[in-house]
């Protein structure tokens, strides 16, 4: 008798382990390895912020402040609680000196809501590198450096630099979560998507391009459609399928 109790729990505790396994992993956050994550699981991977980072008007008017002088800049934070205060984090790789700016949301789908990034950069200015390199210095990016990977093209607004997104056919219920700032999960075919900036002056999109700048958040086919017209998204050949 025994033992058939323990055949049933050996086998109950494998249909466990393959029907909610994949729901276990996609908790854990997206293939690119930090959205979806909690603040706590960040500092792991890039130690504990240096600067906080706060953006009234992108690429226009903005403050990063040490995190050792958030007591000066208190009154700026309590005059505008909406801005968010993103963690940034001075890293480099190969020589390359790189600055990652993570955005969180709150998370209050459990009993301890918890701050997850939801959005975040990675700022190759004083060091670019061309897209095929990308990948070595961003590692990041890796789940976009193939050539199924849907492309797209528009010019940033406040810059007018070349701006090539990456969107990942594959799509997530995690993905969708996050796309509705960790609320119930927005309608629609959410996945993984990049946003590579070029460097002022490139024009052609090729693997020799110049990238600055990468912004990594959850975004759809359905956004990118409604983008079209305003910003002018248009489709173009992914420069890794060559």
Known sequence: MRYRLFLCAVFLF????SSGGS?????????DGFLGLGKAEVHNKLGEPRYY?????????????PVEDVDKMKERIWSQPTLPKDEVFPVERDGKKLLYRIQYAWDKRS???QEKARKYWVYLKESPVELKDLVAIVPEFSPAH????????????????????????????LAGVINSNFQEPVKGNSSLSYQVILCNGEEEISLKSK?????????????????KKPLGFKDVINPFSS
């Open 14 to 17: 494998i249909v466990l382990l």
């Open 23 to 31: 729901s276990l992993w996609a908790q854990g956050g997206l293939p």
């Open 53 to 65: 980072y706060m953006e009234e008007i992108p690429y226009r008017r903005y403050w990063m402040f």
């Open 111 to 113: 009993e301890v809501p």
């Open 146 to 173: 193939r050539p199924d990977v849907l492309t797209f093209q528009h010019r940033q607004v406040s810059t007018n630099r070349v701006v090539v997104t990456f969107l990942l056919p594959e799509v997530s219920e």
């Open 211 to 227: 990238v600055c700048e990468v912004i990594v958040e959850v975004g759809s086919q359905e956004m990118i459609a409604r983008l």
